[in-house]
């Protein structure tokens, strides 16, 4: 099914739209910098003006993708970069740059796109708080960034967005700083990614040492091209590893932390101490697909030297670990009662499953799953939000139930979101992602492995999303108070979404694969026969089976019951040890107290110890010397100097007395000296020229 | 040397030892006058008569009838009670025999070569009178001059203090 | 020994004891009896050496010595005035106590 990718041809002018392109990252920010210094009434101005700059850069993008699109549809591939020297330093130069290409156009509109529709949804969902104009401040700032980190063409640019983009989120996630709950969590997310980052930044450093220049696409000098990619292969690293596989390895590192994959995606669950828009924007559309992302923009990097494709060594690394994030994260889905955290691993499981994607089936099999998660992720985290805003800001499942006869909007667009998700075939975006990565998956060379634990992952899915909605809409109501619809901004985005979350199937069904084609840049036509070939077929037979038996074990078990909050789970009832370890996370953040952090209690005491005590007593001592030093000093000015100088001067002075005495005012006595010395001049005078 | 250059010379010392050795300060005075006496006889001897005759009218004339009178004006014929020697006679003593010694050393080893013109010289008071006119005429009106001062003098000195007292 | 040196060991002799005079005794009048004597025994110093000098004609010796005695008396007046004078003041004519320039 995959045609020979035609190498881009290089473009030696710019055009108009691309030389503008810098706009759509820059106005959302400059929006940010005139809210920073807005007054805190002025709420309704600093949406406005984040909304505004939103709508504008969403109205660049879609020009820029129609431009992009044309250049497709008439045959020559379209990478337009502009670059440009920030910094030199000797012959150094220090290169900056964006491009627009097929992945950044697309990326680009989604990004926009969904992040309009939540700037919107957030002027209904954050009305009642006070800190309305600080939000959207940091809404654009971090909108500005993301959008930097998709057009970047330099890896330095892309980096500094990036580290932006970590920052934002940050300041978003701890936006209720007085909670302790959401500044540890805001904390949490900063550190766990920078120890992504760390590595992410080895891998800049070495890969520009290696290929001697920062850009990606730089007519045949940038790093992504093949003269760079040849020179990466031939030197060698570590373990087997070539050069290229080392830092892609390195780069993969970075992108781990910022989408929660296995090892860093602690943060995650925490992060949705933040405000619902900012889990729908951030944590599930836009930044954590920001490492999804970054794989896809080094994918050549990532690619280079493979015998068969995706099966690098690098690209074998991201595979298994999306593979085993999908799953595990699925597992701990399942015994969450937080409507907010089953949705947050939901995301860590479908990040998963992007890198996975991205590790065996290429570029626009994971980017069109994180196209379509965007969409129905961010409809069903706004749902969410919409039902939590509707319960009076209760978060528990089982303390909600029923609420389809309350909200039958948000139900519905609920239950579009979450068929997505689980992957109900044909009709649902979700399936069509979805099994593109299952296709690929067991298209591996390598191992059947992933491709099974992305099936059972799919079960547990299903399964774990009829838990939570028959939870939610199912049932009696068992909160306090009335549950009420939203208002009509806060559905209206819903609606939008969802028919998105429909829609965006049709781009990438084998019949036409019009997505990959476009990514790939090759052509694309409809080819309806393409729906009979067995291995499409035994695919959709496995994807409905997945469908059947996850939703049904789940209808079964939770069906239309109305579990209270003190009561036990059903499942719980049934495998208490299990449920006790999947509903603590499988011990990871116990582990992490455990070790690294313990370790790091250690080491600050360590530090303390030596600080307090050994330089302290250092400084000490040294005050000590110095103070007896200066004692000394002193006894030797006091004593010695001045006493010997006193003592001379007394001397002195009682030699004057004793000489004084010779003038006692006495006659006689002068007149005998004056006879003394006659004899003696006398005598000298007399005998002293005697020969 | 000849027995009565002895005997004065005896006489000269004699009194220049009981002047200076005499507890009573009159007697000590007299004895003075003894010594003059004893001088003025030697410078005869030595044939210079207006010397001699000089040294009797001024030293024993005057010079001693002054000191006499001193002596009796601030009562020193009393004999004061610390002593007449100072603490320290010795020293003085001393001093005045390692002078005698020096001089005493110096006249006896250049006595080969001192003049020794035995012939009387033929002076007459005549020739001293020209002398004084003519040779030595400045020196005679300076010695005038500090005779009126030194007379002047000791008259304001002690007649200065009388009026003070009185008042 | 010559006459000459005779005279002068007289000379020498009286000069030592009008010194150890004056450089004893305690009161100033016989300070100066002491000086009287110094002043006496260089005229005969003086007159010796002009009876044994080779010219006596010139009469050196003999002017040199009358003037001597004139300003030894001249100086005899004014220093027991002073005495006197000092006696008036401090009751005493002792040397020892005359120390008022004392450094």
Request: overall charge neutral; charged content about 10%.
């Amino acid at each position: 099914m995959m045609q020979e990718a035609i190498a881009f041809t290089p473009q030696l002018d710019a055009s108009s739209i691309a030389r503008w392109l810098w706009l759509i990252p820059a106005l959302p920010i400059v929006a940010a910098g005139i809210i920073s210094v807005l007054k805190q009434p002025r709420r309704r101005l600093a949406s406005n003006l984040a909304i505004g700059s939103m709508g504008i850069s969403l109205l660049i993008a879609m020009s820029a993708f129609v431009h992009v699109l044309s250049g497709w549809s008439n045959g020559h591939a379209v990478r337009e970069v502009v670059n440009f020297s920030w910094l030199t330093v000797g012959t150094q130069a220090v290169e900056l740059g964006w491009v627009l290409d097929p992945l950044s156009a697309v990326m680009l509109v989604m990004v926009t796109f969904v992040g309009l529709l939540i700037f919107i949804y957030s002027t209904g969902y954050m009305e009642h708080d006070e800190n309305y104009t600080r939000f959207f401040c940091f809404l654009a700032l971090f909108a500005g960034a993301m959008l930097g980190v998709v057009i970047a063409n330099s890896i330095l640019l892309l980096f500094m967005c990036w580290e932006l983009v970590g920052l934002t989120s940050y300041l978003l996630i701890g936006f209720w700083y007085h909670k302790p709950s959401a500044a540890a969590a805001a904390r949490k997310a900063f550190i766990t990614t920078r120890v992504g980052d760390i590595f992410f930044l080895l891998g800049i450093v070495w890969l520009f040492a290696q290929t001697g220049t920062l850009l990606f696409y730089d007519r045949g000098a940038g790093s992504m091209e093949p003269l760079a990619l040849g020179g990466l292969l031939v030197h060698h690293s570590h373990w087997g590893l070539t050069a290229a596989g080392a830092i892609g390895l390195l780069i993969f590192a970075g992108a781990a932390g910022k989408s929660g994959q296995l090892p860093l995606h602690v943060w995650l669950p925490d992060a949705m101490e933040g405000p619902t828009p900012v889990s729908a924007l951030i944590h599930a559309a836009t930044m954590v697909a920001a490492g999804v992302y970054l794989i896809a923009r080094v994918y050549p990097l990532m690619a280079a030297g493979a015998i068969a494709p995706g099966t690098t060594t690098a690209l074998t690394v991201v595979t298994w670990v999306g593979a085993s994030t999908a799953v595990f994260a699925a597992l701990i889905a399942v015994a969450q009662n937080d409507i907010k955290r089953i949705l947050a691993y939901s995301t860590v499981s479908q990040l998963g499953y992007m890198m996975a994607g991205l590790g065996v089936g290429g570029v626009a099999v994971g980017m069109f799953h994180l196209i379509t998660h965007a969409f129905f992720k961010a409809l069903l985290f706004m749902g969410s939000g919409s039902v939590i805003h509707g319960v009076h800001e209760e978060q528990d499942t089982r303390r909600m139930g029923g609420l389809r006869k309350y909200m039958p909007l948000t139900f519905l667009t609920y239950a579009v979101g979450m068929l997505a998700l689980c992957g109900v075939p044909i009709f649902f975006s979700g399936f069509w992602s979805k099994d593109a990565i299952l296709e690929s998956a067991h298209g591996w060379p390598l191992s059947h492995a992933p491709y099974y634990m992305l099936v059972f992952g799919a079960v547990l899915t299903a399964f774990y999303m009829t838990r939570q909605v028959s939870y939610v809409f199912f049932g009696e109501y068992r909160g306090h108070g009335h549950a009420h619809e939203s208002p009509r901004v806060m559905t209206t985005p819903l609606a939008i979404l969802a028919v998105f979350a429909v829609a965006l199937g049709v781009i990438g069904t084998p019949a036409w694969p019009w997505f990959r084609a476009f990514l790939e840049n090759h052509a694309a036509s409809v080819e309806m026969h393409a729906f009979a070939e067995p291995a499409w077929l035994m695919l959709l037979l496995t994807s409905c089976v997945i469908v059947i038996v996850g939703i049904g074990l789940g209808w079964w078990i939770y069906g239309n019951k109305s579990p209270r909050a003190d009561e036990p789970d059903a499942l719980e009832k049934a495998i208490p040890p299990l449920w006790t370890v999947l509903a603590n996370r499988l011990y990871i953040d116990e582990l992490y107290g455990a070790t690294v952090i313990a370790f790091y209690y250690w080491w600050a005491k360590v530090a303390d110890w030596i600080d307090r005590d050994i330089w302290g007593d250092m400084v000490s001592t040294v005050i000590w010397l110095t103070n007896h030093w200066a004692r000394l000093n002193k006894f030797l000015d006091a004593t010695m100097v001045d006493g010997a100088f006193d003592k001379g001067c007394e001397e002195i002075y009682n030699g004057g007395g004793v000489l004084a005495r010779i003038q006692n005012g006495r006659g006689q006595i002068y007149l005998r000296l004056l006879a003394v010395a006659v004899v003696i001049l006398a005598a000298i005078l007399i005998w002293s020229g005697r020969p | 040397m000849d027995f009565v250059f002895y005997l004065i010379s005896a006489f000269a010392v004699g009194g220049a030892l009981a002047a200076v050795l005499l507890k009573n300060l009159v007697h000590a005075a007299l004895a003075l006058t003894i010594a003059f006496f004893g001088l003025a006889l030697l410078f005869l001897r030595l044939d210079a008569q207006f010397a001699g005759f000089a040294q009797i009218l001024v030293y024993v004339g005057a010079v001693a009838i002054l000191v006499v009178f001193a002596i009796l004006l601030t009562k020193g014929s009393e004999v004061p009670r610390e002593g007449v020697f100072s603490k320290s006679w010795f020293a003085g003593l001393a001093i005045a025999a390692g002078v005698f010694a020096v001089l005493a050393r110096a006249v006896l080893q250049a006595a080969p070569s001192l003049p020794n013109q035995t012939a009387v010289p033929a002076v007459t008071v005549n020739d001293i009178g020209n002398a004084l006119m003519s040779r030595y005429v400045l020196p005679l009106e300076i010695i005038a001059v500090l005779l009126t001062a030194a007379l002047l003098g000791a008259v304001i000195v002690a007649m200065h203090e009388k009026e003070r007292a009185k008042q | 020994m010559t006459p000459l040196t005779g005279y002068l060991i007289v000379a020498a002799l009286i000069f030592a004891i009008g010194l150890a005079g004056a450089l004893t005794r305690r009161n100033a009048i016989m300070v100066l009896i002491g000086i009287e004597l110094m002043l006496n025994a260089a005229n005969l110093n003086l007159i010796a050496f002009w009876r044994y000098s080779p010219h006596p004609e010139l009469l050196t010796g003999m002017m040199f010595a009358i003037f001597s005695i004139a300003v030894a008396a001249a100086e005899a007046a004014v220093g027991l005035g002073l005495v006197i004078s000092i006696y008036r003041h401090a009751k005493t004519a002792d040397v020892e106590q005359m120390n008022r320039m004392k450094g």
